[in-house]
């Protein structure tokens, strides 16, 4: 089955470093989602991808869709304490309106 | 924006017993719920896929005898986890589509002694 896969599992940078997170499916994909989920807290939406080779920003954030729809990268420019948490990706297979999340990547941001 | 509700927020129950919650879309109609579980520090696993007065489609290795979906209306889908046992303890956490954006509930934290 579908499997979505993201590395680095957890990152500790400082506060101002950047940080990049990779997120790769084992199938083509229509389109992809990115998620932020705190600790306790629910997953949250961030933005969804779609195009081949689609970059979108928001704000520090830079989302990337590969071109060949199977790979996504999400880069944040000098992390704050904020940006704490774990990023998902969830990568839907054509037609099918499921999700299926990536294994995430836990930020830890030290002041 | 949209809100996803879910209800109870944490539930604690005696092994052998069953337990619903309850997933409520505010402020939209979803035709299409889904259920996750998420276990302690991993990723989400979509467990099914719920649709509006149909039966609900199960992912490979859920139990649907187990895990009673039920979609009764555009905004309410229930999940039933029957014959509760410890290995069931998790977060679940429903979500909704609008079509082009999903929002997910707050989650419930089932823990089964």
């Known amino acids: 089955g579908q499997q979505v896969m993201q590395i680095p599992q957890y990152q500790h940078v400082q506060e101002g470093e950047d940080f990049t997170t990779y997120c790769n499916s084992s199938t083509t994909l229509s389109n992809i989602q990115w998620y932020k989920q705190r600790p306790g807290g629910h997953p949250v939406f961030l933005i969804q991808?779609?195009?081949?080779?689609e970059v979108k920003k928001q704000k520090r954030l830079t989302f990337q869709f590969g071109e060949a729809k199977k790979n996504s990268s999400l880069h944040i420019t000098a992390t704050q304490t904020t940006d704490v948490g774990t990023y998902f990706c969830?990568?839907?297979?054509?037609?099918?309106?499921?999700?299926?999340f990536g294994t995430g990547t836990r930020l830890k941001v030290l002041a | 924006g949209a809100v996803v509700s879910q209800h109870p927020s944490w539930v604690i129950c005696k092994s052998g017993t069953s337990v619903k919650i309850e997933c409520r879309s505010l402020d939209f109609q979803a035709t299409t719920m889904f259920w996750y579980r998420q276990f302690p520090k991993q990723s989400l696993m979509l467990m099914a896929t719920?649709?509006?007065?149909?039966?609900?489609?199960?992912e490979q290795g859920v139990e649907k005898d187990k895990f009673l979906i039920n979609h009764a209306s555009l905004t309410l889908s229930t999940l039933t986890v029957t014959s509760a046992h410890p290995e069931d303890s998790s977060f679940y956490i429903c979500?909704?589509?609008?079509?082009?954006?999903?929002?997910f509930g707050p989650g419930t934290r089932l823990t089964v002694t």
């Open positions: 979500s909704a589509t609008t079509g082009e954006t999903r929002y």
């Open positions: 991808l779609v195009k081949s080779g």
């Open positions: 719920s649709n509006e007065g149909s039966k609900a489609t199960y």
């Open positions: 969830a990568g839907e297979a054509s037609g099918t309106y499921k999700y299926i």
